[in-house]
């Protein structure tokens, strides 16, 4: 499933389409009016997370990959689109995601403050909201949409073993250092995976995500679906601390 950044890399590359008109639009979403954009001007491409919008004069075009959604950009897959826009010169298609029309304005919309890559992220509203969720485990709280808007689960196994916390710990009994440090992380970890993602060496950089031995202690990593999220969370029981600690 693409996380926030490589929805940001997606931003980047479509950039040449913006200010085009769309000329012709096809797929087999049932969700939207392919008729709608015909015509239209694309003014702009922004992204909230996971969403990807495409943005015009009276409605946006969401696009969310989910676990197994893809594009393509001047080329195209054997499967049919769900959604594609032709343009004069170029056409933009994606498959297996989900395709809905937003009517009302983005502000109205989205809290661009909790997506973790905005130039309007707040640390300190995200750490408003950890605490109102004192019971969730870290490993939900970081998939939190609402806190960390683009986290997803390589983020999260990550940022979990950077700051040494074992993933079942409960949000209340983080100490504030540490509950910090996740907000921190969560952030810079994104930033981190932007870079490698472009240097097409983000699976190189990971440390916890898929491995088998943890490089600090030489010790075997546990694999476990955690959290009420039961998404597959890799971590070392022996250097990631489950607080509150004994
Ligand atoms: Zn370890």
Same mark, same amino acid.
């Given at each position: ?14 950039? @040449?389409?913006? $200010? ?6 096809t797929?087999n979403?049932?969700k939207? =009016?392919l ?11 922004? %992204? ?9 004069? =009276? ?10 959604? %893809? ?7 054997? @499967? ?8 004069? =010169? ?5 498959y ?6 937003l ?9 661009? @403050? ?8 707040d ?15 870290v490993?939900?709280?970081l ?5 960390? @808007? ?14 040494r916390v074992?993933p ?10 540490k ?10 970890? %994104? ?7 472009k240097?097409?060496?983000?699976k ?17 990593m ?5 959290g ?5 969370t890799?971590?070392? $029981? ?7 600690? %004994?």
């Amino acid at each position: 499933m693409p996380e926030g950044p490589s929805i940001i890399i997606l931003k980047e590359l479509v950039a @040449s389409f913006k $200010d085009q008109e769309v000329i012709a639009a096809t797929g087999n979403s049932a969700k939207i =009016d392919l008729n709608r954009p015909v015509g239209k001007t694309i003014l702009d491409f922004k %992204s909230w997370g996971k969403h990807f919008l495409i943005c015009f004069d =009276d409605y946006t075009i969401k696009i969310h990959f989910m676990l197994f959604g %893809s594009y393509r950009i001047n080329e195209r897959k054997d @499967s049919d689109p769900r959604l594609s826009l032709q343009f004069r =010169d170029g056409e933009l298609n994606f498959y297996a995601c989900s395709v809905k029309e937003l009517e009302a304005p983005l502000d109205e919309i989205y809290d661009w @403050s909790a997506d973790v890559m905005s130039k309007h992220w707040d640390p300190d509203k995200a750490r408003d909201r950890l605490l109102e969720q004192k019971d969730a485990p870290v490993c939900d709280a970081l998939l939190n949409q609402d806190i960390f @808007s683009g986290v997803g689960n390589i983020i999260k196994n990550e940022v979990l073993y950077r700051i040494r916390v074992h993933p079942a710990t409960k949000t209340g009994d983080l100490p504030k250092k540490k509950l910090d440090e996740m907000i921190r992380e969560a952030v810079n970890y %994104s930033f981190d995976f932007l870079e490698w993602k472009k240097d097409y060496t983000l699976k190189k950089h990971w440390l916890a995500h898929t491995k088998k031995t943890c490089l600090r202690c030489d010790l075997p990593m546990k694999k476990e679906y955690m959290g009420k999220t039961n998404r597959r969370t890799f971590f070392c $029981d022996n250097c990631q601390v489950k607080y509150p600690d %004994s």
